[in-house]
Structures are given as C-alpha cells and as structure tokens.
C-alpha cells in the first residue's frame, strides 16, 4: 500500500483508500497515466500535488472531482463518492484542463448556465465576472474566447464555488488570461481558511510552495516521499 505522508489533524473532507484508476485525456481516448493503490486524506488546506500527466496526476483530479470512479478502492468527498452524488459535485469547484464552459450567447449567459446548474437559483454572472478583473469579456461570445480565457472563465467559477467542499485546480498558474495572481493565491487561501480543501495539481514545485500548505509529490502514480 502506497500512503501518502500524515494527513491534518482535522476531519478528513477528501478520503481516498486504496484507489487505482486512470484517466482517458489521450489520444482516442487512451490513458495518459494511472494511479495504483492510492490512499489520501486532506482535511481544510490548500494542497498542491505536484507531478505530470503521466505521473497520475489527471486521473487523480477525475477520481476526486467525480469525473469517473475508481477502478478500485475508494474516493469520497464530505463523506461521499462524488461520482454518484450531484449534490456533492455541485460543491466542488473544478479547473479542467480543458475548459468545460457550458455553451450559450454569451460569456455572461454561460457562466449563468453554470452557477444555475450548481444550484444557485439568483446568479450574478456579471458580479463573478468582474470580481476576478474578467468583466471585459461578460458580452463577448462564448466561442470567441480564447483557450486561456476560457480557463480563466472556469477559474473564477470554481473559486466561486458556493458553499466549496473540494477546490480542484489544474496548473491554475499557467494558461489563464487575465487573472491577478495575488488575487489568485489569496482567493485560495481564504478558501482553505473557511473550511475548504484547495487542491492545486501543478508541474512546478516553485507554484506549488508559493501558495501550498503541503506539497505532495505523485511519480508513475504513487507516492514520493
């Protein structure tokens, strides 16, 4: 069993026992990477883990944010598997590493789409928007924007997370338009001061310890000590 180093002494809000999966992100949708017999617990933080694609890291973010389940063993956030609770989902806030903005008119009407779909029955698109410095882009159309505006779109998104349980954030520091990264790293942790697990999955050990409480570092899916 390959275990993680001690986890915080507060309840665990992501557990992950024993887990084996791998991610479709390739070609055809064929695995990057995979993890083997994975254990993790991350109470309240901001978290980094620190690796590439082949390591694990993209079929680590999909067993943990619900995008697929485990081959083997278990991942739970708040107490549940997030692939079978929309409720749960619905409290992680995810940065893809392909943006997933739900498609409409506008950039406004999208990220409407997207708190509505998270159950916030009186969105604000517009307020979210210019909160992160991205109001500029409110009324352009979706399919205009650029790959790094998009992450930057789905960025502000998941640091809006209402009521967050899981932050999920892929290489936030790289490829986004636009967003302060002062304003980033102090979102973050307000977010892991509030009750939140921030996890940033990055390839650079310099952006992970310049905002993480603890670093972990995954290689050809394990753990490295």
Partial sequence: MTDAPPPPRAAPTVLLERVHASDDAGHRGKSRGAIFDLSLALGPSVVAIVGAPSDGTLALLDVMTGAQKPTRGSAL?????????????????????????????????????????????????????????????????????????????????????????????????SDVALMQQDLLRERMSELGAGGATVMIVCSSRADARSVAERVLVLHKGRWVH
Avoid: H, K, N, W
């Fill in 77 to 173: 956030v708040g107490g549940f598997a997030p692939m079978r609770s929309p409720a749960t989902r619905a409290r992680i806030g995810v940065l893809s590493p392909i943006p997933r903005l739900p498609e409409a008119r506008t950039v406004s009407a999208s990220v409407g789409l997207a708190m509505r779909a998270r159950g916030q029955a009186d969105p604000r698109p517009v307020d979210l928007l210019e909160g992160f410095g991205l109001g500029a882009l409110s009324r352009r159309t979706s399919r205009s924007l650029s790959y790094t505006e998009s992450r930057a779109v789905e960025l502000a998104l998941a640091l809006s997370t209402r009521a967050p349980l899981l932050v999920a954030l892929y290489e936030p520091f």
